[in-house]
């Protein structure tokens, strides 16, 4: 007769020898309170944060796009927008499924309209991962302003001067001589603002930043998806769960390499964001654990 499984054996069992993050995690499991508030506190901070970027997304807007410029234009600038509205209904699936709602709750309309709403979810997050890849590739495709040396040349004009990513200021008489110290400036594409040299370099090489990004949180979310699969199937000890947790272990730490890059850079909000958005996923980790916790008391009580 096997022995009782304890609080701390169950543990080690959720918890084996490689590092990953359920390992780094289920300590929490020990303290309920303090999971669960650290859990609301950072949904919170999620729906806060995604006001942030409409806003962002709306200022670029109106700065970047002439009036009456065609949707699909309007639509692919406020992509960090859509993909935020997908990536926080997608969380909140995660979470009933993982922690909210009793196995006698997955009835076949409930399981269908999970599945519905992940596919609304994912085909949203794809397209702005598009979004990102076509907003970084047109960053490529600028236009050299010949004669032109300083942004002064553009005062009270009501043209804008494009920063960074997300800044924009209209150059006049009062500010223009300290916009800008350099000597070379260019247009991308269509778009009504003009940019400096230093500036291009510098919105070219964070759209990799994004590119990278958006692409690595979906390999993250489908390793999610396959392990709640596996766990579901009580795979457990399998070697395939194992290396689905270390892989999804490895892109964490290339995700949280993009949130220092933001950082170092001055992009706080998205570096904010993209450790909220790291800390979201891990209380879905942590539901995980909790979820491989309950399953194995329960095998090891009907042995």
């Not at 269908?112 to 596919?119: Q, S, V």
């Not at 010949?146 to 040349?153: A, E, K, R």
């Not at 199937?233 to 272990?249: A, C, G, I």
């Not at 964001?273 to 909790?290: H, S, T």
Request: net charge negative.
């Amino acid at each position: 007769m096997d022995a009782p499984v304890t609080e701390s054996t169950t543990i080690s069992a959720v918890t084996p020898t490689p590092l990953t993050i359920k390992s780094l995690l289920a300590p929490l499991l020990t303290h309920p309170k303090v999971a669960q508030f650290i859990k609301n506190a950072v949904y919170l901070g999620l729906v806060i944060n995604f006001g942030f970027y409409i806003w962002d997304d709306y200022t670029a807007w109106k700065a970047a796009l002439p009036p009456g410029s065609p949707l699909p234009e309007i639509i692919k600038l406020f992509s960090t927008s859509i993909d935020m509205s997908a990536w926080i209904g997608l969380i909140v699936v995660f979470e009933l499924e993982t922690y909210l709602l009793s196995d006698e709750s997955f009835t076949k309309s409930v399981n269908r309209t999970f599945i519905a709403i992940k596919l609304v979810c994912y085909i949203l997050i794809c397209y702005a991962a598009y979004g990102y890849t076509s907003l970084a590739m047109e960053n490529y495709e600028f236009t050299r302003l010949d004669g032109v040396s300083s942004p002064c040349q553009y005062a009270d004009q009501g043209t804008w001067l494009q920063l960074d990513v997300n800044d924009f200021a209209e150059i006049d008489a009062v500010n223009c001589a300290a916009l800008s110290d350099d000597t070379s400036f260019y247009r991308i594409g269509e778009d009504l603002s003009i940019i400096s040299e230093s500036s291009l370099n510098h919105v070219q090489w964070m759209g990799w930043v994004d590119i990278c990004n958006a692409f690595i949180w979906l390999i993250v979310v489908v390793l999610i998806e396959l392990e709640v699969w596996l766990q579901g199937q009580d795979r457990f000890s399998s070697k395939r769960l194992d290396t689905v947790r270390q892989l999804k272990s490895l892109f964490y730490v290339v995700l949280i390499g993009n949130g220092v890059i933001w950082t170092l850079t001055g992009y706080y909000v998205y570096a904010w964001d993209a450790f909220l958005w790291i800390f979201g996923f891990w209380a879905i980790e942590l539901n995980l654990a909790e979820w491989e916790q309950d399953r194995l008391e329960e095998l090891a009580v009907r042995k």
